[in-house]
């Protein structure tokens, strides 16, 4: 009986599906992602169905992850980042219900799959991009220039910030992915020592994954929380240069 | 009780706990090993496929790529570099 940790990051095809001679099938990854999508509308549209002044629990939690959004982006971009709050919030439950659904046994975690995290990195590389151009020009060549640097040091320090600039979306895309995967890796591979150690520990080793699989759900929320913030403290970035 | 009390009720509420919101608000930028890791390894990979495409456009394989591995090794040490000086102005 041997498990491979790795094969419940595999993807399969669920229904063969080709357009122009492109491959479209549904897989087992675009289904989930469907799931996702519509859990967090079902949920929202359950929620605010009915608006009560004093909201009932279902309601509250709905309020509770909005005012967690709208206050990341109060505190990170300021007066000017409203405007982004149904992007950020919208990526936030994304994020989150992804990670979610993957903590269910049977179910597949989208967000382990660094072809779709780096796809939301990239969305929002662009967008923090496109912002800071249209709002300040060119002037926003300025963040690659930290003040005090002195003009024999501008041209290196260009393309160091240039580099860093770059690599954001990178560590944005694999902190999620490659958090998603080792959580699962390692759940994995206790619950297949869990079955042998139970000859020796008896039930001892059932407590222990209990609280494995609790941490598991806290990196889950933890990791959606922490894209959304840098993204938003990206955004600062573009929206309020220096 | 009509809405305007209720309101007014809740107002005096909300302002009831308004400190203890204050307190919460604590920045959650924290370095751990794993930002340390991703950190580095997502310089040297810009790094890698900058350095790759240079040298297929301008054909001189391998010198951009030992160059742009190189700054991007710089480049991911400033970002740990930084993240330090933030968490030490933190604490």
Known sequence: ?242 | MDQEEQLSNLKERIAKLKPVAQIQKTRNDKLSAFSISIEIVAGVIVGLITGILLDKLFATRPLFLIICLILGMIASAKVLWQKVKNSKDDA
Not at chain 1, 91 to 96: A, G, P, Q
Not at chain 1, 100 to 113: A, D, E, I, Q, R
Not at chain 1, 215 to 231: D, G, K, N, P, W
């Open chain 1, 1 to 242: 009986m041997t498990h491979n940790p790795l094969a419940q990051f595999e993807i399969k095809k669920l229904v063969d599906l080709s357009l122009f001679g492109y491959d479209v099938s549904l897989t087992n990854s675009a289904c989930f992602m469907i799931i996702a999508a519509v859990v967090s509308l079902s949920y929202f549209s359950l929620a605010l169905k009915s608006k009560l002044l004093i909201p009932s629990r279902l309601q509250m939690s709905a309020e509770l992850i909005y005012g967690l959004v709208s206050d990341m982006l109060d505190q990170n971009v300021g007066p000017k980042g409203r405007k982004f709050v149904p992007l950020i919030f919208s990526l936030f439950l994304f994020i989150l219900i992804c990670n979610l659904l993957g903590m269910l046994p049977y179910s597949f975690t989208v967000t382990s799959h660094i072809s779709i995290t780096f796809a939301l990195a990239i969305l929002v590389f662009f967008l923090v991009t496109l912002v800071g151009f249209i709002k300040n020009g060119l002037g926003f060549f300025s963040l690659f220039l930290p003040k005090g640097t002195p003009w024999w040091l501008a041209p290196l320090m260009i393309i160091i910030e240039l580099f860093t600039y770059l690599a954001r979306p990178v560590s944005l895309s694999l902190r999620l992915a490659a958090n998603m995967v080792a959580g699962h890796v390692l759940l994995k591979v206790m619950a297949s020592f869990a079955v042998s150690l139970a000859i020796y520990l008896k039930v001892l080793p059932i407590p222990l994954m209990v609280i494995l699989i609790g941490f598991e759900i806290f990196v889950a929320i933890l990791q959606a929380y922490i894209f959304t913030i840098l993204s938003c403290v990206y955004l600062n970035d573009a929206v309020n240069l220096h």
